[in-house]
């Protein structure tokens, strides 16, 4: 399978990476290639078959909204890189 | 007597008898990891003084009756992507270089209330991907039969700290065989268990649907007893099967007689190693003579399960690594100048090659356009997988075939071609796909010296048959067969 320049610029533009222009040339190699075998799952023929997303039966259970934790924001706050007032500190982002 | 060298089971015996304290086994496992670990790199993180002081709490609490299990006082070590409360947690990553979970994995609760003395964080792939820990960002682990080779992955850490003598015994995750595989290179036995048997709270993400905790031991027994410890159902957790605690150590019997085992056709073909294929099929052949009932069969869907697994995986990892974006936790770099470039720059330089190629991978087979042709499809051949087994099922209690198609790699060999590594998973992630429970256990040895694994592949909740079976054939061969490391 042959990858573009645009498409490998979308899908780090979906993960948030920035590539060099090395790293783009080698991640288009990488992933043609590797995307080229995974087409290899078209041999087997999946008309109608219900596709698989969990190995058991998972369904929304429904229970009461409880608070069972107690007060933690300072343990919470304790790894993050930046923080103020009790909360996570970004760059702003509203003028 | 040499501590390292007992299993688990027999210090835990000798510990509560008297004969050995707590102290002295976590002395001994030191010492070794002192001597061995330059060579060897089996831990991100060591904690002795925290060990040593947990060490005498433990001998307190045996000798009051507080703790009575068989593992009570048995130095254990904690792959790195597990969290442990107040020790940081890496997941072998930059961009959780410096973590400290506020909380502990439920697996690690059940460690520490059965009073088991946490000896540190093995390391490990970067966030659990690869299958020679090379990918770590704290180097690379050596294999302890030759320094030379890698330990597999990607619990190459905690499979080589057990065969080094470096912890009694340890826990590993599998996503797509990464205890069984490290288990096979190692020479140690590994369990990776039925989706759902044991709590993934507190285990770091990499793909949900398939991620598994499971023990990496010195032998079958030593296994079923941590697995014991760690199974049963945790609210914490929504896909952990509600059931009381498991008891597997009944299943070790010590016979097979009536055992229907299956060997797929398919497994012995081009890319097995033949002296990988001589060591598998001797195995089967001890089984047969202690009464199991071997056939072979067709187990057609699994020639996909590679494709994919690499599939479903990464578009699982794709969106559950979108979490590190520097804010929360983890590694946030410096000097941006907006919350995107933040983003940007953050995962750009925290994120390792093979996670940014995963991500890249998930992202594209989960985006419009390419969703039904990739990520779709591999959802229908996951069935049509669950399908070949669970018809394999209808006429075989469990199968029968290697763990990985070679012996371990030497270092630096599979990292310059990803494609090449990912096909060496070929007989582990159908398990994964499947939700099923195997065993990887040492079934020989090549003219290298290097550990052969033997796989047995159980039905959902069918470790009992894989525990027995493996027992069966420790007991009747010894267990060990290329020698202590």
Redesign the interface.
Known sequence: MTITDE??T???A?????LSAQEQEK?KE??G???G????????V?DG????????S?QN?FREDEVTNKE?RE??L?????KKDGA?L????VE | MDITKLTALELGRQIRAGGVSVREAVEAHLAVIREKENDYHCYITVRKEEALSRADAVQEGILSGQYTSPLAGVPVAVKDNICTKAVRTTCASKILGDFVPPYDAAVVERLTAAGMVMLGKTNMDEFAMGSTTETSYFGVTKNPWDITRVPGGSSGGSAAAVAAGEAGIALGSDTGGSIRQPSAFCGVTGIKPTYGTVSRYGLIAYASSLDGIGPVGKDVADCAALLSLISGGDRRDSTSVPQDRFDYMGALKGDVRGMRIGIPKGYFQAGLDAQVADAVLAAAKVLKEKGALLSEFDLDAVDYAVPAYYVIASAEASSNLSRYDGVKYGFCAPDHKDLQEMYKRTRTEGFGDEVKRRMMIGAFVLSSGYYDAYYNKALKVRALIRQSFDRAFENCDLILGPTAPTTAMKLGESLSDPLKMYLGDIYTVAVNLAGLPAISLPCGCDDQGLPIGLQLIGKPFGERDILRAAYCYEQETGGAFCGRC
């Open positions: 498409t490998i979308y899908v780090a979906l993960t948030k990476l920035s991640a990488d992933l290639r590797i995307l075998y995974i087409d290899t799952m078209n041999e087997l999946t078959v219900e596709p698989m997303s969990h190995v058991i998972l259970v933690e343990n919470l304790s790894n993050a890189p930046a996570f970004v760059p702003k982002t």
